[in-house]
């Protein structure tokens, strides 16, 4: 067993072949997301942990989002959306050298898993990671998504069709701009989370690495829109704001590049009310209880962020 943490002595072609017969195959742990990742260096602080076991078996990407000021010892954290990539025979001692091998930066460690683990639920447990109920939520794009709609928010999308919204890819950087002048009010005035930097929509539209759908009214101005990253089989709804229209937009851009399913991501923690996961069921969504695991590297630190961030909220 070996464990590999250099870019440059991981086989592109193994970590391709991965991602491609994984059934925990998600864009984030792609080699095109984490060389994305890297781009934007001066916004997070990539990683890459991968286990071999005569092959390529696992491998994790995350990154390290810092906080600047005194709030950073409280909230820095490290993210690894979607969770692992793991061969589906991957040994419970590769998965747990994998596991222990993930750098401990930040107050905290927590995988946004986008698929169930099952079983191997314990391994991660006796790594040091707790299990923490969440939901995930994802619509089938088939020729029936429009139907699985609520009529309430039919109604509201041909409302505004008739109102001259449309929508589109953005096609240049004062696009951008535009748009993620939109999502900051969003984050600021609701969300109330910290968001990445211009540069980072920047380059990820001038990448590829994510398409940016966006919605104008009747005088061309633009009211929101979504940036979605993808597989073949999988679209993922990752920053979005403005009206009904914005998710309408990926749900139709599913539909014309033949992407059968889109993952709108978080949807909250069972049992507490979230208005954005009453939102995405009426669009047609389903509930996944695909949960996240969190490791903790400064307990005091972290209870006193999360402290904060709620009463924030």
Known sequence: MKIVTDIAQIDRRE????????????????????????????????????????????????YTVPTKGFMRYFSERTIINGGPLLADDISVEALGALLRAVPNRGIYCETHN????????????????????????????DNRWRERIQPAKRQQIRRAQEDGQTWSEAQTEADVKTWYTEL????????????????FFVAAWRSKACHLLIVRDS????????????LPNMAYEWYIC??????????????????????????????????????????GGYLCKFGRFIKVNAPLRYRLGVAYINHKS
């Not at 169930?116 to 109920?133: A, D, L, S």
């Not at 969003?186 to 968001?195: G, I, Q, S």
């Open 15 to 62: 970590w391709q072949q991965l991602l491609e017969t994984s059934s925990l195959a998600n864009w984030f742990q792609s080699p095109e997301a984490y060389d994305f990742f890297v781009s934007v260096s001066d916004c997070l602080t990539p990683f890459i942990v991968a286990v071999y076991e005569e092959r390529l078996c696992g491998i994790m990407v995350g």
């Open 114 to 141: 986008f698929n169930t683990y099952g079983i191997r639920h314990t391994v991660f447990e006796q790594c040091g990671w707790q299990n923490k109920p969440h939901y995930d939520l994802r619509i089938n794009c």
């Open 184 to 199: 900051r009010e969003l984050y600021n005035t609701k969300v109330h989370r910290p968001l990445f930097p211009l540069s």
């Open 219 to 230: 005088e061309k101005n633009i009211i929101g829109g979504a940036l979605v990253p993808h």
């Open 242 to 283: 403005g009206p009904v229209m914005a998710t309408f937009a990926i749900l139709e851009w599913c539909e014309q590049n033949k992407i059968p399913c889109l993952d709108m991501m978080g949807a909250g923690e069972p049992h507490k009310y979230y208005g954005v996961r009453d939102f995405k069921m009426r669009m």
